[in-house]
T-cell receptor, first 116, second 109 residues
């Protein structure tokens, strides 16, 4: 158990809908990261937050948005869903900004999104 | 931008040694990480190299050559439970860890 909690574990929805994925980082970790993993694909970096502020953006679509709240939990909002958005969405946390740590992220178990 | 290359699949038998290579192109490089992911599960951290050389952790070792933009993960005394996907990831300035597409390791008896 990494200490990172993600909900929901599974989600099935229809095209055009909007969903919110939630992540609680490890206690004390200030950085939260969101990654997308499609079938047989690597982990695609979406966005990073540090202590409530956006720190880095990856290949995140304009239909997607995220935020980190004062209690450090984070939410990833996916809207106008398309079939291709079906994927595993992972949240990870680390205690410090990248580049000043040991390259170790702690991943949650992921939220599996299926868009029908 | 950045790119990472690693083999898509590797097969081996129990007790053998296998090496998974990773080459990368990036700027502002800090280090190279390795992660293991069992089918559909959470990726878990294996090792990190910030400096050239070999880091050993039990049956797993990781190597980095910064001048060659190259690293590898060495798995010894392979066990069936080592069957998984292995990802290299670059730690670089200005962004989060960027992962390669992963190498699927199949260990047979």
């Amino acid at each position: 158990d990494s200490g990172v909690t993600q909900t929901p574990k599974h989600l099935i929805t229809a095209t055009g809908q909007r969903v919110t994925l939630r992540c609680s980082p490890r206690s004390g970790d200030l950085s939260v990261y969101w990654y997308q993993q499609s079938l047989d694909q690597g982990l695609q970096f979406l966005i990073q937050y540090y202590n409530g502020e956006e720190r880095a953006k990856g290949n995140i679509l304009e239909r997607f948005s995220a935020q980190q709240f004062p209690d450090l939990h984070s939410e990833l909002n996916l809207s106008s869903l398309e079939l291709g958005d079906s994927a595993l969405y992972f949240c990870a946390s680390s205690p410090r900004l990248e580049g000043r740590n040991t390259g170790e992220l702690f991943f949650g178990e992921g939220s599996r999104l299926t868009v029908l | 931008g950045q790119s990472l290359e690693q083999p898509s699949e590797v097969t081996a038998v129990e007790g053998a040694i296998v090496q998974i290579n990773c080459t990368y192109q990036t700027s502002g490089f800090y280090g190279l990480s390795w992660y293991q992911q069992h089918d559909g599960g959470a990726p878990t951290f294996l090792s990190y190299n910030a400096l050239d050389g070999l880091e050993e952790t039990g049956r797993f070792s990781s190597f980095l050559s910064r001048s060659d933009s190259y690293g590898y993960l060495l798995l010894q005394e392979l066990q069936m439970k080592d069957s998984a996907s292995y990802f290299c990831a670059v730690n670089q300035a200005g962004t989060a860890l960027i992962f390669g597409k992963g190498t699927t390791l199949s260990v047979s008896s």
